[in-house]
């Protein structure tokens, strides 16, 4: 019984070996990023009219107000006063937007790497208060829908990544 597991053991372990191996003649193909540099990003938020919503993502209520999150796009603005019937009021145009939240009056939300303070008490005049600039980590491939794509090497002086090009 020895014997065999002596004996066996190492075909074990080449067949082992097999399992990692990783073909190194693959090319990858190479895409180039899209930047919006820092002081377009910095503009940002803009007060725009109501759009659809094409993909929703965090949602938050207050008082009367619904905020629904667009991911990386910003933020739709939503009269829920009349639970029937509600009205799309405004969209906050917040590159980078994925998270959001709001207390006392005021709307707490990312932009890529910076924290943006929004004045919601009136919700018909939303006004910035204060963008604190590199709060959170940068990832490059945020804004990037496809994950199983490869990206040219980035450079965050640049600025932000939006999308790429082949």
């Not at 073909?23 to 659809?52: F, G, Q, S, V």
């Not at 009367?64 to 799309?88: M, R, Y």
Request: charge should be neutral.
């Amino acid at each position: 019984m020895k014997s065999i597991l002596f004996l066996s053991l190492p075909a074990l372990l080449l067949l082992n070996g097999c399992i990692f191996k990783i073909d190194d003649d693959y090319n990858y193909k190479c895409h180039k990023p899209i930047y919006m540099d820092y002081k377009t990003l910095r503009e940002m938020p803009a007060i725009e009219a109501p759009r659809d919503i094409k993909s929703a993502g965090k949602i938050y209520v207050w008082n009367n107000t619904l905020f629904v999150n667009e991911p990386n796009k910003g933020i739709h603005v939503i009269d829920i006063s009349d639970k029937s019937a509600p009205q799309k009021l405004s969209f906050i145009k917040l590159p980078g937007n994925i998270d959001i939240a709001v207390k006392d009056g005021y709307l707490y939300a990312d932009s890529f790497i910076d924290l943006v303070v929004l004045d919601v008490h009136d919700v018909h005049n939303i006004t910035r208060v204060h963008r604190e600039e590199e709060v959170f980590a940068y990832n490059p491939r945020q804004a990037i829908k496809n994950h199983e794509i490869y990206l040219c090497s980035t450079d965050p002086k640049k600025g932000v990544v939006i999308g790429y090009k082949e």
